[in-house]
């Protein structure tokens, strides 16, 4: 045995070892099973030369040949059928052509060896033992020479191009790989073989088999390192399933063939593209999450049919099948070759792979199938795992996610509290029984109590200057800490102080008492400290301004009483001292002073002075100490005591003030009081600004029958009238007089209708009192009479006027007058007929009474003011109309200044527009408002009506455009195109009810007394509005946007639309 | 019935309080008008509640209430007083007075502080 044998069978076991390494790793596909079979023929070839060299005779070395040459003959078409398989050519020749081709000439050579030679002629002993001797003239050298030369080469041509073709990086290197290593073993094998010979070179032998080591390593190599067909042990680890699926998809990519992979996999019942990898795009993208009915990219027909079925699907070229039967996506892209392949999971499908390539057909063959198939039934396990901790994760995740929400939520309540905290306009402070303020309190604290207030002491930053209320409440709190009932703590609390002034300022003090859990946290007190300064201005000075009101409204309605009362006061004042001296004893002196200086002060209670009340009180009080102390008194002190001038002056301070809102008119000196229209208008108005509704409604009727008269004063001018008509004439006539009529009433109210009285009387006049002959004929006083009685009957006020004239004549009114109808009436209804317009009995039209226009007016009025007219007729004796009219206490409602109330309504509806609707008025609203019968109207108008303490209409006007623009501002709801028309309305409705509750708001007082009804919609563009009452109050204004309006109907009357 | 004692100097004052808990089914057993009144009347009579006025002649309300409490421990007292007498009303609590009613006292609120006691 020499180092050559050693070499050689070193080889030989080398090459039996990766055969059956192979075969255990692979025992499956053909590549594998080609590569076994050529391993065992390189160990066949190595172990038969292994026994060449040592053979003991050339018959020995001549059998070792032989023997050998069941190796090396078949070694190129093993490599050739390996390339073949490998590059996917194979599939291009019929099987039963491919193997004889390939296979015949190996078996031939063997024949050839078998039967007489074919590289070895003869066999020499060299000095490493024997070796052939190569004939160079044979013809079967120079076949076996190209046999080798031509399959070698065709494999490496057909590995080339495979390298050249494949766009696998792996494929490529492993291409490179196997060539390289072919390429090295068959240069070295040549040079060995003929090149030393040829050169003459004998000593080293001849040892092929050992130079194609390199070819079978380079193999495995390509094999093992790049993963020709061992996949095993490479997903098991994985368990991200992110992860897995790129490896996944990377891998089918790399080993099928394909050149778009997609895989879908089942979630929910649904399938789901969850990765895609494609050989154009650099990165595979995985976990897309797209539902596959979502995508167009793949061929859904085919992945439907192979989801409901689980078959795999093959199309090995697309281009053949029939257009019409395929997907539109293949009709579309027209991919060649196409595999669908099912996931299977005990036997349920889990997921789909869809397999394209484009540009080659038939790219997925048995051997690519195959692996597959192999790789995928790894990877099923992998992929259940995978999916599940993916489900996992995402679970986690959410309620990680969930769990990051709640604390930013907790984060930002806690920022919010403190922000509402810091801006309730309320200081938050706490202390714990060391009754040092904890540091975190809020801001407004500081502005409340100063500077810096953290660690100070509680009792010291409330009481910095007044040492007993600081240890009070420092003893208080200190017994709060101590004190275990609660019942006993409560009590204590109550004692607090629950308003301090600091700096000017009132403070309010809260407590709230916060347990201590033990531990850690102490028991603490919160204090929340309100400044209230300004309700507490706000508060005297309205109960100011109320008492000053009451006081007007007792005074003025209870004039003479408290004329009498301040006589009797400064009498009082100016005198006491001489009752002084009427007696003797001081004390009893004291005590009659006490007494009427305790009724002063009642009486001054009475008309609401509470100024000279306090003062008296005052006084009332030092005297009955004075009373007490039982010191002896002379008359001396007494009058010491009483200080008479003062007294004089607080009476005087108090009736400027009166004077102040009365006017100069206020006199005392007067027994009654007269005050303008005006300035009772005033006072009105004024109170209704400052005393809540109740009050109102007490007081406002008191103060407003001040402007009632009785009610005979309306007629007082008819006795000179009558007097004047009867001398026109000619008829003798008593004075005219008005009985009765005492009773106050708003004179205003009924003057038109006491107006119209004077038809009444000339009526009397001209138609009933006969001319002086005539009654002497009649045996009547020459002198007529006409009366005129005024009571009241059944809560109505009765005008009664009467004469006594020929009444009125029935038949005459029938026949003369166009009643040709009248016969069936009753007389009464006949008598109502006078009062109908254009009705006369008397063809004589006087110029006194007219017609009976005259007569229908006193009618119209009656009836406005709800009354009614009763004519007791006697004929020859005379007529008596009865007018009875209710006597409403119309009075009782408050009239009040329109403009007054429009102008607020205004400023509230200009920082409503403003701020809701986005508008920008320009000029302040004051100098805008008129009074007028006209006013032009935009586009939209909303007509809104109010009841209680304002009655009216409001309304309210728009471009469109401006409207259009409001609406979309305000964006209180969304509106489609389709709408907008219709949302104007409900928008210009919402306005003005808003503006209303705004202007309300700024005016609490009023709130009750205002009722506001449903909107009217009017769409009338360019239209003007004509008001039939007494006029009403516009305003209109020009916005950025366009034009608007407002104005007020004040009353009920009527209004009329006109179109321009 | 619950047995009431209602001490204050003033008559009008202890009428008003006899009203109104006459008027919610208590029973008043007895009426004192200064602080020695109430001291006698209260080891006489044991009432379950006694209404005092803080300020009364003779003996004030405070002497008396500590007077009461030291031969009585569980007596229930409740004190009144007028408007700003708050430390007075403090050391009266803390002398052992139940509770306390500041002047002008109304059924409710008297109402309401004596069941506060009594429970």
Same mark, same amino acid.
Request: proline residues 2%; without cysteine; aromatic residues 10%.
């Given at each position: 045995m020499n180092i050559y044998s050693l070499l050689l069978f070193t080889s030989f076991l080398i090459y039996l070892y990766l055969g059956f390494q192979m075969f255990r790793i692979r025992p499956m596909p053909r590549l594998s099973r080609i590569f076994c079979i050529l391993c065992f023929a390189f160990a066949h070839w190595s172990f038969c030369i292994t026994f060449l060299f040592p053979a003991p005779h050339k018959e020995a070395a001549s059998f070792w040949m032989k023997c050998s040459s069941l190796g090396w003959s078949f070694i190129p078409a093993l490599l050739l059928h390996f390339s073949l398989i490998l590059s996917g050519w194979e599939q291009k020749f019929k099987h039963y052509i491919l193997l004889p081709l390939l296979y015949l000439p190996g078996v031939l050579f063997i024949w050839r060896e078998m039967t007489?030679?074919?590289?070895?002629k003869d066999f020499v002993l060299m000095s490493y033992g024997w070796t052939g001797v190569t004939p160079t003239d044979s013809p079967w050298v120079i076949g076996f020479t190209l046999y080798y030369l031509i399959f070698v080469l065709s494999s490496t041509v057909v590995l080339y191009k495979w390298r050249k073709k494949t766009e696998s990086p792996r494929e490529k290197k492993q291409a490179q790989i196997i060539i390289v290593a072919v390429l090295c073993s068959v240069i070295l094998t040549f040079i060995n073989e003929t090149l030393l010979p040829l050169m003459g070179i004998h000593s080293i032998p001849r040892i092929p088999s050992f130079f194609i080591l390199i070819w079978a390593l380079g193999m495995w190599y390509a094999i093992t390192k790049y993963r020709l067909m061992d996949l095993s042990h490479s997903f098991t680890g994985e368990i991200v399933l992110e992860e897995l699926l790129e490896k996944l998809l990377k891998t089918i990519l790399e080993n099928s063939g394909a050149k778009r992979v997609v895989i879908l996999l089942e979630e929910d019942g649904e399938m789901l593209i969850q990765g895609e990898v494609d050989t154009s795009i650099e990165r595979c993208k995985v976990l897309h999450h797209i539902p596959l009915k979502e995508s167009s990219a793949l061929p859904c027909t085919l992945l439907k049919e192979a989801e409901s079925t689980s078959h795999r699907l093959l199309i090995d070229d697309a281009l053949k099948e029939e257009a019409s039967t395929l997907d539109p996506y293949i009709q579309k892209h027209r991919p060649r070759s196409i595999l669908l392949w099912p996931l299977l999971s005990r036997g349920e499908l889990m997921g789909l792979l869809y397999l394209e390539n484009n540009t080659t057909p038939y790219t997925f063959t048995p051997e690519r199938v195959e692996i597959l198939q192999r790789i995928t039934s790894q990877v099923i396990v992998s992929l259940e795992n995978a999916t599940l901790f993916s489900s996992l994760q995402r679970s986690h995740d959410r309620l990680s996610h969930w769990n990051q929400r709640l604390e930013e939520t907790v984060k930002e309540r806690t920022t919010a509290i403190k922000i509402l905290l810091d801006n309730a306009g309320q200081g938050f402070l706490s202390f714990g029984q060391n009754m040092l303020v904890d540091e975190e309190y809020s801001v407004e604290c500081e502005n409340l109590l100063g500077e810096s207030i953290g660690r100070e002491s509680f009792p010291a930053l409330i009481y910095p200057h007044h040492r007993e209320d600081r240890e009070l409440l420092e003893e208080m709190l200190e017994e709060i800490f101590e004190e275990k009932e609660p019942m006993r703590q409560r009590v204590y609390m109550s004692l607090l102080p629950e308003e301090v002034l600091f700096d000017e300022r009132s403070i309010q003090l809260e407590y709230r008492w916060i347990e201590g859990e033990g531990g850690e946290r102490q028991d603490t007190m919160m204090v929340i400290l309100t400044d209230i300064t300004e309700k507490r201005e706000m508060e005297s000075l309205i109960e100011e301004e109320k008492s000053i009101f009451e006081m007007v409204v007792r005074v003025v309605s209870n004039f003479s009483d408290f004329n009498v009362t301040i006589e009797e006061y400064q009498d009082f004042c100016h005198d006491f001292m001489a009752e002084l001296h009427c007696t003797r004893d001081p004390l009893e002196v004291l005590d009659t002073i006490y007494r009427q200086i305790h009724t002063f002060k009642g009486s001054f209670h009475q008309f609401g002075l509470s100024n000279m009340v306090h003062r008296l009180h005052m006084l009332e009080t030092e005297i009955k100490e004075k009373r007490c102390s039982l010191e002896p008194l002379d008359l001396h002190h007494l009058e010491q005591l009483i200080p008479r001038e003062e007294m004089l002056s607080w009476l005087d301070e108090s009736l400027a003030l009166l004077k102040n809102i009365l006017? %100069?008119?206020?006199?005392?000196? #007067?027994?009654t009081i007269v005050i303008d229209e005006e300035s009772l208008q005033k006072i009105e108005e004024h109170m209704m600004n400052t005393l809540d509704p109740a009050e109102i409604v007490l007081l406002l009727p008191k103060l407003k029958k001040l402007r009632w008269k009785p009610f005979c004063e309306a007629l007082k001018t008819y006795p000179d009238y009558v007097k004047d008509l009867a001398s026109q004439v000619e008829k003798c006539l008593y004075p005219l007089e008005i009985e009765g009529g005492d009773m106050k009433v708003d004179l205003a109210y009924y003057r038109k209708f006491t107006k119209t009285l004077g038809h009444v009387f000339r009526n009397a006049m001209d138609h009933g009192i006969e001319r002086p002959e005539e009654r002497r004929a009649l045996g009547k006083d020459e002198k007529g009479r006409i009366e005129c009685r005024l009571f009241q009957e059944n809560g109505s006020l009765v005008v009664e006027i009467s004469d006594d004239g020929r009444g009125i004549s029935t038949e005459e009114m029938k026949g003369g007058?166009?009643?040709?109808?009248?016969? $069936?009436?009753s007389s009464q209804e006949i008598l109502q007929?006078?009062? #109908?317009? %254009?009705?006369?009995?008397? #063809? %004589?039209?006087s110029h006194l009474s007219g017609r009976g226009v005259g007569l229908s007016a006193v009618k119209e009025e009656v009836h406005r003011l709800g009354g009614k007219i009763h004519v007791d007729n006697r004929p020859g004796e005379g007529v008596t109309f009865m007018f009875s009219l209710p006597l409403e206490d $119309?009075?009782?409602?408050p009239s009040i200044s329109y403009d007054h109330h429009f102008l607020l309504f205004l400023k509230g509806a200009k920082r409503v527009l403003e701020e809701q609707a986005g508008l920008v008025m320009?000029?302040?609203?004051?100098?805008r408002i008129n009074i007028t019968h006209r006013m032009r109207l935009f586009d939209l108008t909303t007509i809104l009506p109010l009841k209680g303490m304002i009655r009216g209409r409001l309304l309210f006007t728009v471009e469109r455009e401006l409207c259009s623009y409001m609406l979309h501002h305000f964006a209180l709801w969304d509106v489609e195109e389709e709408e907008q028309e219709d949302s104007y309305n409900d928008l210009l409705a919402e306005l003005l009810n808003i503006i209303i509750g705004r202007s309300l708001k700024s005016h609490s007082e009023w709130g009750d007394l205002i009722i506001t009804g449903i909107g009217e919609q009017l769409k009338a563009s360019q239209a003007s509005l004509k008001y039939g009452g007494e006029g009403m109050l516009t305003y209109i204004e020009k916005t950025h946007k366009g034009s608007l309006g407002f104005s007020f109907l004040p009353g009920t009357g009527d209004f009329f639309i006109r179109e321009e | 019935m619950m047995r009431v004692l209602v001490a204050d100097d003033s008559f009008v004052m202890r009428n008003n309080l006899k009203k109104i808990f006459e008027k919610n089914g208590f029973k008043i057993v007895g009426e004192a008008s200064n602080g020695r009144e109430v001291c006698l009347a209260y080891d006489r009579l044991l009432p379950d509640l006694v209404t005092m006025d803080i300020n009364m002649p003779v003996m004030d309300g405070i002497s008396a209430l500590k007077k009461i409490r030291k031969k009585h421990p569980q007596a229930r007292i409740i004190m009144i007083s007028a408007e700003g007498q708050k430390s007075m009303l403090f050391q009266a609590i803390k002398a052992g007075a139940k509770h306390f009613l500041v002047k002008p006292i109304t059924s409710t609120k008297t109402m309401e502080v004596v069941e506060e006691v009594l429970s």
């Open positions: 007489a030679y074919v590289t070895a006017g %100069d008119f206020f006199s005392l000196q #007067e027994k007058g166009e009643l040709s109808s009248a016969e $069936h009436m007929k006078i009062f #109908e317009e %254009d009705y006369s009995t008397r #063809e %004589d039209l $119309h009075g009782v409602r320009e000029r302040p609203v004051q100098s | -």
